[in-house]
């Protein structure tokens, strides 16, 4: 897990070995919605399963589509997708929610359900994926008390700060202890002390063994992070044509 | 199971927000199912009366003579011994003018009037009308004879035009009712678009998100049509008297038992087809995304 990610050709150690430690490949992807450009164009990369990445670039260099990707809200109009070794390019949109349901995704907006209190919006992937009310109790409940909102379990969203939203949010994302973990520049909305106490959050995840992608901008946050990788997109394509791996900016 | 739909839990009914019953769609429902049963009660009414009419006059028959006079005696014992003949009355010649005084008024009585003779019978099932004829023909050269079904068949024949109108409009009203739902569903898409997109990404399948709104429309439009079916119930019974004294005229009740269930079961049929129409415009909407 050494590498972050890598131009074709440059695979890993684990990939040497097999493509079981990949998480997500992609195949000379391109994107582009209606008949506008491309917004993506030549993606070739892989993400190694249990690393941590950061998607970093200038506003409009494409991450947010990238991410769509990869969390399947976006098919790509050429190349190829593989998610957890299955290639889902072109996969009947009945096939993709067993998929979704490996991975967490946390948004800039949080797009937490405004009608449900906090307890029932961190619980949803669980009913979603069918488990009893039983077996929704206990772990939503420490999910709470892991973000710090235990007492806040009742909220509805509108009555709770953008921190307490955002903690609720990747509660929700991670309440299913996903296998791919992807952030929507997910401390756009908070302050510094919570933006640090999220990462921390997100790298205790990784520790359990979750991909971890986080798209951001705050270079701090990346060099907070130790052994974190970096993934670079301008202008819709991934910026390293070498391919050498990019440990945090300041710590290569 | 494919009732599941139905059973939600708690958690599941928190899902769309708010409560059901608080659209249009339970009025849209009542106003059909309300206009439908009546509609279909009315024509039922007229496919029983069209049938009562029509068995009644099948064998039935007039002798007709146009001088009249004291002819009509020779003829109705020709008519009463002619085989095949299962009974025979003479109009009497009172009746005769007081039917023309709706037309001709106080002249109806007069004597210089001609009133025609005439003489009604059934024949039996089976029997030939030639053996009438000749008898008739024997006593009164210048008698014609005429079939009732003859004479009653346009009339007969608008009845079954009603009944198949009445047939057409329960259909178009069944039909923008499926619309209205079609309708309503798509609003109801468009309402909670967001938590739809949510409940996509965390993987929730088409069927699970088709499921919360189907549940909610069948709610509505049971609600609806049970609404509409007691309005109409109550209408129907306001009507009752009426519809009985057509029903004597008729010869026979204008709604029977069947018809009556026919239309207790009309509410569950407008549910389930609101239900299925609903589950359809659904599926088909989340479809349009990813």
Known sequence: MSQAWQGKGRQSQAGRNGTLSAVAEFDSVGLRYGTGAEVLRDLDFRLSKGAFYFLTGPSGAGKTSLLKLLYLAQRPTRGRVKLFQEELSEAPREDLPPFRRRIGVVFQDFRLIRHLSAFDNVALPLRVAGASEEDVEGPVREMLAWVGLADRASARPPTLSGGEQQR????????????????????????????????????????????????????????????????????????????????????? | MMLDWLFASPAERRLLGGSPMRGPTPWVIAIMSFSCLIIAASGLALTNTASTLGRAIQSRYSVELPSGGGGVDALLKAVQSAPGVASADAVPEQDMRRTLARWLGPAAQSTELPVPALVNFDLKQGASLGAVQRQVQEVAPEAR???????????????????????????????????????????????????????????????????????????????????????????????????????????????????????????????????????????AALREAL
């Open chain 1, 168 to 252: 609720v949010a990747i509660a929700r994302a991670v309440i299913n202890r996903p296998e791919l973990l992807v952030a929507d520049e997910p401390t756009g909305n908070v302050d510094a002390d919570m933006a640090n106490r999220l990462m921390g959050l997100f790298a205790a995840l990784n520790r359990l063994g979750t991909t971890v992608v986080v798209a951001t901008h705050d270079v701090g946050l990346i060099s907070a992070t130790p052994g974190a990788q970096m993934i670079r997109i301008e202008q819709g394509t991934l910026v390293d044509p070498t391919g050498t791996l990019k440990n945090p900016p300041g710590r290569s």
């Open chain 2, 145 to 283: 004879i005429v079939a009732h079904r003859e004479s009653v068949g346009p009339l007969l024949h608008s009845l079954h035009v009603l009944q198949w109108v009445a047939f057409g409009l329960v259909l178009l009203l069944s039909g923008a009712a499926a619309a209205a739902v079609v309708l309503a569903a798509r609003g109801a898409i468009d309402t909670h678009r967001f938590t739809i997109e949510v409940m996509h990404g965390i993987g929730a399948t088409d069927l699970q998100i088709t499921n919360l709104f189907q549940r909610r429309i069948a709610i509505d439009a049971l609600a609806g049509s049970v609404a509409g079916a007691i309005a109409a119930a109550l209408v129907l019974l306001l009507l009752a008297s009426g519809a009985s004294f057509a029903g004597e005229l008729a010869g026979g009740a204008l709604l029977r038992g069947p018809d009556l269930i026919l239309l207790l079961l009309f509410p569950l049929a407008l549910t389930i087809l609101a239900t299925m129409v609903a589950r359809m415009a659904v599926l």
